[in-house]
Nanobody, 121 residues
C-alpha cells in the first residue's frame, strides 16, 4: 500500500501564500486521480482540488483562482500552491486518492496526519 505524507503547512497572514507537498512512497499519481482535502475544526472534511491521472484539474469553488494543484509523476509528489489565503482556509490539509461523486470528490482509503494551515493576522 502506498503511503502518503503531507508537509508544508504553517502560519500565514491573510493574503499570504503557502505551498503544500504530498510525497508518495510509490507510484500512484500517474495511475490514480489524487486530491487535496481539508478539515476545519468542527466541520466535515471537504474536497479542495483534484488532479486526474491524466493531469486534468478540478477545484472547489471556494479556492478556484487562488489555489493550483500540480504533480510530478517521476518524483511521486503532488503540490498545492495556495495564494491569497483567507482565514476561512484554516484547516488541516490532507492528500489522498480521489473518487468522483455526483457533485464532488471524496477521499478513498486511509488518511495521513495531514498538515496544519493557519491563516491569521
Amino acid at each position: 500500500q502506498v503511503q502518503l505524507v503531507e508537509s508544508g503547512g504553517g502560519l500565514v497572514q491573510p493574503g499570504g501564500s503557502l505551498r503544500l507537498s504530498c510525497a508518495a512512497s510509490g507510484t500512484i499519481f500517474s495511475i490514480r486521480n489524487m486530491g487535496w482535502f481539508r478539515q476545519a475544526p468542527g466541520k466535515q472534511r471537504e474536497y479542495v482540488a483534484v488532479i486526474t491521472s491524466g493531469g486534468g484539474t478540478n477545484y472547489a469553488d471556494s479556492v478556484k483562482g487562488r489555489f493550483t494543484i500540480s504533480k510530478d509523476n517521476a518524483k511521486n509528489t503532488m503540490s498545492l500552491q495556495m495564494n491569497s489565503l483567507k482565514p476561512e482556509d484554516t484547516a488541516v490539509y490532507y492528500c489522498n486518492v480521489a473518487i468522483r461523486d455526483i457533485n464532488s470528490w471524496y477521499g478513498f482509503g486511509s488518511w495521513g496526519q495531514g498538515t496544519q494551515v493557519t491563516v491569521s493576522s
